[in-house]
């Protein structure tokens, strides 16, 4: 305790010498300045000064010239004067320094400047009148160890203060032939002072007292007599001691800061909370930040350095740079090193042995490839020079340059093993046909008995019969598994469609011969049934609505005559145009007809049981060429069960019709209920000739007569899903298999092509299209081959009608 | 071309079951090459010693036909060579003699002969009865629809009663005075809803069971007095009967029907199933499903297999009592279409006759299924039906309008009557 006291006490008490110091520094300035003022009076000179300083203000006494003339540089006494001027300011300046410099360690001199010549207007007005006694004081000034200006007493000026010579730091016996030694701050020259010879040395060490303490300035070349005070100096730093002799080392220690950990706090409040708990706003704010810089909105400033890197952008960048970095060559499978350049040979020598240069032949032959010069061997002409330095420049240097870049750009990287696929491997796996059976494989039945083109057949829905409607005016019908014709209708006209109605609990046939259509009761199957649909075709219902005019004109039911009554023909609804296709809606109910010429009214629906004709489209799209009614879903059944009549079981009100209009080229589906277009699918084709709807309803399938199949599902898109090219003509007719995912379409090629399309339950699983098998075995006459294919309802068996007049039975 | 020449010879052991024709049992070394024609001619040169005259033999190896020759077939069936092969041999199946053919007047769907006589449907609705030696003795109209089948209930010196099926969906029962050579319908089976394509008179001749067109299986009393008991309440018209029993599970039309036994029905359909139906227990017994619909089965009461035909060009061989293994047991091919027809013989284990759209006619014996023993040719259109009730003649009704009557010489019967 008592030696920190007693440090203490020490510290204490330099401040009051520091302040002594500075007074006692304050009151030497004042002597100094004094001591100035004594200067300006050449009589008087400082007592410390000595030597040299005498011999300049001898010297000086004798005016300025004398200097000039000795050196022959002076330009002029006024310069000097202003150069005195000026290195009396820096003195002055140089004082203010050492009364700052207790306080500042760092001055700038324009601030010195200010500070001189506002602290000192009168000397610095005062010198340019006394210029003569100036100069001597420039001497006095030139000589730093003036007694009178401690310049080390107390602290170390900066070096370059006192520099008068501006060589710099230089060896100086660079100067040693030169009669100065370097130029003082006006570029003028500094001259040595003259040098004398041994014996003037020797006399001087004999002569002078203080030559012992008289040292050379090796910037200015002056002779320098040290004081006592410099010697003191000396001393000390020679035997190691601190310079400054006032310093006390031992000065008692004042602990401010004590190294005692005290156990108990000083302050008396304990910290607080806070201090324990992370800050809740700076979280706020780093993870708002880490927030910030996850979803982009903030940079880190790498990346903005990065960024503004690629902004300037690599616009030249190495060719080859992954093959001087190995991490980067290990990424890149099987490298390629850059291609070498061959090493130059003796050819491209400039002094190449004799045999290297062309012969007059090698030069006519390296000539004439001028036009095709990667013929050539060289590339160039071997050329024997002198010497070395008779080689022009390269005139090709450029270009082989950048035929290099070239080369090194289009090179391969790394080494590509071609790929080596197998086309086979490419085509989508289909399941072998042999996993897909049943379906139908070769010829089984052959019905024989119509004696011209067979035109349509359609398959009881039991599938015991069939019924064929035929060019020669006949509807027959046969027993399927014997291929007995049980009986023949002969009919008025060419019978261009005929169709079993689908429900199983009645037994008619719609038969579209010329413009009627026949409502036949073919008389086969249930006789109770049977007996049922001639009761219910008997009588016609009394018309309550009154038919407009339009439908009048187009469409008459009538009941059969008598003869026709015998043949099985009921109702006769006479349209007026020919009838095309006929088609009946599942229920049995509805039945469509389309007549290619009727314009506006080529498509018409009957309803049979209230004898009943609509039409209905209003306006003509096109040329309707097939119309299809929806197959059944009994969502719709629900709705509108409020519309049924008599013998009928409750009717479908809910009916889709699709109809093709053939000018457009596309198929149309309507709402007929709501009276509107449900969709419109895009087929591509000029022709169509015939279509089937999947039984599930939401698969299409179209045949054209440009020998494509078209596929459409109806929840995918309007276009079509696949575009099938199996049949070599046009195709004239497809047909779906009601219970197997099958379906077959039959061509002119007389070809009927059997195909597997699965559609699944699942709706993102597309169908599944497989073609399975061509039977080929229907003859062809007049250009005409299959005209019309039809699946057994419950069997998979396919029915096909040829222009050969038979129908066929494959299973 | 040892290869060729059959890979040297083979020893066999010739054996028979035919004790009149047994030879000894030593070993015989012969040609690999050799076919029937040489084994028969080294047998019957064996036999010649033992004092009989030539017969035509057919040789079995390993359970099959031998067609080609011995080594082929030793290679078909992977047999070693160097093994002491066993023939057995049979005294081959005589040759059919086609006999006679019965003109119609359209195609005939049906034929049943009976000892003397064979009963045939046609197709313009009428019955008709002929001798077996080709008389025509009577045309019964009655139906209003083609004829389907036609079976006899029975037959005696004075009276035959048959029961005959049609498309007009029922079934009639006629009974015939052969003396006063006329036919009275006893009486009308109404209950179907389609044509009657199949009918079947059980063993006893009691009741008949009928499939049709509309799925249903039904079984009607083959009495002359309808003994239905009082249960219908409405006043039945006379000489209408109703069925007995109806079973439904068939899904499509059941294309034949035969009786197995007493109580058990066989049926075969177009849903592509074979069923036997337990009459007792008014159900399904067993069911076989096929992958074709099937036109016509047939069950041996000898061999106790089910042979079909179906919407194909093969005969198959099934095994009813058996669902282990596979459920076909042999294929037959040979036919070229859809074989229509197809039925066990009687009395003799392996044999049965199939018809078909081809125009033919085949006797098969069950162990060589590729190739039928016979052809029996003649007829110039489909053939609708076939018949072997009776052993001693085949006979078949096609759509060229004709009956066919193949006269079958029973080898082994004739031989016991030698004997």
């Not at chain 1, 100094?32 to 203000?57: C, H, M, N, R």
């Not at chain 1, 050196?71 to 140089?94: A, I, L, R, T």
Request: net charge negative.
């Amino acid at each position: 305790m008592t030696k920190k006291q007693a440090t203490k006490r020490k510290v204490k008490e330099v401040k009051p010498t520091n302040e002594q110091d500075s007074v006692s520094e304050k009151s030497e300035h004042e002597e100094d300045e004094d001591l100035l003022q004594a200067v300006k009076d050449p009589g008087e000179d400082s007592t410390d000064d000595e030597g040299i300083d005498q011999e300049y203000q001898t010297d000086s006494s004798e005016d300025l010239e004398f200097e000039s003339d000795e050196e022959g540089n002076y330009v002029g006494v006024k310069e000097n004067n202003e150069e005195e001027s000026e290195e009396d300011d820096d003195d002055e300046e140089d004082e203010d320094e050492e009364e700052d410099s207790s306080e500042e360690a760092a001055e700038s001199g324009d601030n010195e400047d200010a500070t001189a010549s506002e602290e000192k207007p009168s000397g610095s007005k005062a010198l340019p009148a006394a210029n003569k006694k100036e100069s001597k004081k420039l001497i006095a000034q030139i000589t730093p160890r003036d007694p009178s200006k401690p310049e080390y007493e107390d602290s170390d000026t900066s070096d370059e203060e006192d520099i008068r010579n501006t060589v710099g730091n230089i060896p100086m016996h660079w100067y040693d032939d030169y009669k100065h030694i370097g130029y003082d701050w006006d570029a003028k020259k500094i001259v040595k002072p003259p040098k004398g010879d041994q014996i003037d040395d020797f006399l001087r060490k004999i002569e002078d007292p203080n030559f012992w303490r008289t040292v050379k300035d090796p910037q200015t070349g002056q002779e320098v007599l040290l004081t006592d005070e410099d010697i003191a100096l000396i001393k000390r730093v020679n035997s190691a001691r601190i310079p400054n002799p006032e310093h006390d080392e031992y000065e008692p220690w004042i602990e401010w800061f004590t190294s005692e950990v005290e156990k108990m706090p000083i302050k008396n409040v304990p910290d607080h909370k806070r201090s324990f708990l992370p800050s809740v706003s700076e979280k706020k704010k780093v993870s708002r930040m880490v927030h910030a810089l996850k979803m982009g909105w903030m940079k880190t400033t790498e990346e903005v350095e990065r960024e503004k890197k690629q902004k300037r952008g690599p616009k030249f960048y190495m060719l080859w740079e992954t093959d001087t970095s190995r991490e980067h060559m290990r990424r890149i499978h099987d490298p390629v090193s850059a291609p070498k350049r061959d090493l130059p040979g003796h050819a491209e020598s400039y002094n190449p042995p004799p045999e290297y240069l062309f012969d007059e032949k090698e030069t006519k032959q390296w000539l004439k490839l001028k036009d095709e010069p990667h013929k050539r061997k060289l590339h160039f002409m071997p050329q024997k020079f002198k010497s070395l330095r008779e080689v022009p420049a390269y005139s090709r240097y450029l270009r082989e340059r950048f035929l290099r870049c070239l080369d090194l750009y289009l090179c391969p990287r790394a080494k590509r093993v071609k790929l080596n696929i197998d086309a086979e491997y490419l085509i989508p796996k289909l399941p072998s046909p042999r996993d897909l059976q049943p379906f139908p494989t070769v010829e089984s039945l052959v019905y024989r008995g119509h004696t011209d083109l067979v035109r349509s057949v359609s398959v009881e829905p039991k599938g015991e019969y069939l019924v064929s409607g035929s060019d020669d005016k006949t509807v027959k019908i046969w027993e399927i598994a014997t291929g007995r014709c049980i009986r023949t209708i002969e009919t008025e006209d060419v019978v261009r469609c005929v169709a079993w109605c689908p429900n199983a609990k009645l037994s008619i046939i719609a038969v579209a011969t010329g413009s009627r259509l026949l409502l036949i009761n073919p008389k086969v199957g249930d006789k109770l049934i049977i007996k049922k649909t001639d009761d219910l075709l008997a009588e016609a219902p009394s018309q309550d609505v009154i038919e407009n005019e339009r439908i009048k004109t187009a469409v008459q039911w009538s009941t059969a005559e008598a003869l026709e009554q015998e043949k099985g023909v009921r109702v006769v609804i006479t349209h007026f145009k020919p009838i095309r296709q006929v088609t009946w809606h599942g229920r049995g109910d509805y039945l469509a007809t389309v007549m290619p010429e009727g314009a506006n009214r080529s498509a018409l629906i009957h309803q049979l049981s209230k004898r009943r004709s609509q039409i209905p489209f209003s306006k003509s799209k096109g040329l309707i060429q097939c119309v299809l009614f929806h197959p059944v879903k009994p969502c719709f059944f629900v709705a509108v069960s409020e519309l049924h009549s008599g013998g009928f079981s409750p009717h479908l009100y809910y009916i889709t019709i699709i109809a093709i209009l053939q000018t457009q080229h596309n198929i149309r589906i309507y709402d007929l209920v709501k009276q509107e277009l449900i969709k419109k699918l895009l087929t591509n084709s000029k022709w169509i000739s015939g279509m089937s709807i999947h039984p599930k309803g939401d698969n299409l399938l179209v045949s054209t007569y440009d020998k494509k199949m078209l596929w459409f599902d109806l929840d995918l898109s309007t276009k079509p899903y696949q575009t099938m090219r199996l049949h070599r003509n046009a195709v004239r007719s497809v047909a779906f298999h009601l219970r197997y995912p099958l379906f077959a379409s039959g061509s002119d090629d007389q070809a009927v092509i059997v195909s597997h399309g699965m559609v699944y339950n699942d709706l993102l699983q597309n169908p599944l299209i497989v073609p399975l098998k061509k039977l080929q075995t229907h003859e062809k006459r007049d250009e005409f081959g299959v005209l019309d294919v039809n699946w057994h309802p419950i069997q998979p068996w396919i029915f096909s009608t040829g222009a050969d007049c038979t129908i066929r039975l494959y299973t | 071309m040892e290869a060729e020449n059959g890979e040297g010879q083979v020893q066999v052991h010739l054996k028979t079951k035919q004790e009149h024709y047994a030879v000894p049992d030593v070993p015989y070394a012969i040609e690999g090459s050799v076919a029937t024609t040489e084994l028969n001619i080294f047998l019957n040169a064996l036999l010649q010693k033992q004092g009989s005259d030539g017969v035509d033999f057919d040789f079995l190896v390993f359970d099959e036909y031998l067609r080609g020759r011995l080594c082929d077939h030793l290679r078909e069936k992977a047999i070693s060579f160097e093994d002491a092969i066993e023939i057995e041999y049979v005294e081959r199946f005589p040759a059919p003699e086609p006999q006679d053919c019965l003109l119609h007047d359209d195609w005939v769907s049906a034929v049943k002969a009976r000892d003397k006589w064979i009963l045939t449907g046609c197709y313009d609705n009428t019955l008709n009865i002929w001798t077996n030696k080709g008389k025509h003795k009577l045309t019964i109209p009655g139906h209003t629809a083609p004829i389907k089948a036609v079976d006899w209930i029975s037959l005696n010196e004075n009276y035959g009663r048959f029961v005959s099926s049609s498309q007009d969906q029922t079934a009639m029962l006629w009974q015939w005075n052969i003396d006063s050579n006329a036919v009275e319908c006893i009486s009308v089976c109404k209950g179907h809803e389609r044509g009657v394509d199949s009918v079947s008179v059980s063993p006893d001749g009691q009741r008949f069971a009928t499939g049709s067109w509309d799925t249903m299986l039904k079984v009607w009393s083959a009495q002359l007095e309808d003994s239905v008991e009082g249960t219908s309440k409405r006043p039945r018209e006379s000489g209408v009967r109703t069925p007995k029993l109806t079973l439904q599970g068939h899904r499509e039309s059941i294309s034949a029907v035969q009786w197995m036994d007493g109580q058990t029905l066989l049926t075969g359909s177009w849903d592509h199933t074979l069923k036997v139906w337990d009459l007792n227990l008014e159900g399904i017994k067993t069911e076989i499903s096929t992958n074709k619909s099937i036109f016509d089965a047939s069950y041996s009461s000898l061999n106790k297999l089910i042979v079909t035909a179906s919407a194909d060009k093969n005969l198959r061989l099934y095994d009813a009592r058996t669902n282990q293994g596979s459920v076909v047991r042999n294929t037959y091919l040979g036919h070229n279409a859809w074989v229509q027809a197809v039925m066990w013989s009687t009395t003799e284990e392996f044999l049965f006759v199939s018809g078909a759209y081809d125009n033919q006619n085949k006797l098969w014996d069950c162990r060589s299924p590729k190739a039928p023993l016979y052809d029996l040719l003649g007829h110039g259109e489909k053939v609708l039906d076939i018949d072997w009730s009776n052993p001693k003649y085949i006979v078949s009704g096609g759509s060229d309008n004709t009956v066919r009557v193949f006269k079958t010489k029973k080898a082994n019967i004739e031989h016991m009557e030698t004997k």
